[in-house]
């Protein structure tokens, strides 16, 4: 698979939380992005999440600006 396949699979409203447990019993957690069909794709940042959560924020408000501009 291509990084454009790849890409094109991610689903960026999908971000999850995933708790690991290390041999020492110490638990962590990470985030992951999900493809369509909820398989996990690639570990995120806090920053990216932050980012992502930022980017569906405007790409929201950019649909209804859209719609009040069309609709008037």
Request: aromatic letters at 8%; charged letters at 45%.
């Amino acid at each position: 698979m291509d990084k454009e396949e790849i890409k094109n699979r991610i689903d960026f409203t999908k971000i999850r939380e995933v708790t690991f447990k290390e041999e020492a019993g110490v638990e962590y957690k990470l985030d992951y992005l999900y493809d369509y069909e909820d398989n996990n794709i690639l570990p995120v940042s806090h920053i990216e999440v932050k980012l992502i959560e930022r980017i569906n924020d405007l790409e929201e408000r950019i649909k209804k600006l859209e719609e009040v501009r069309i609709n008037g």
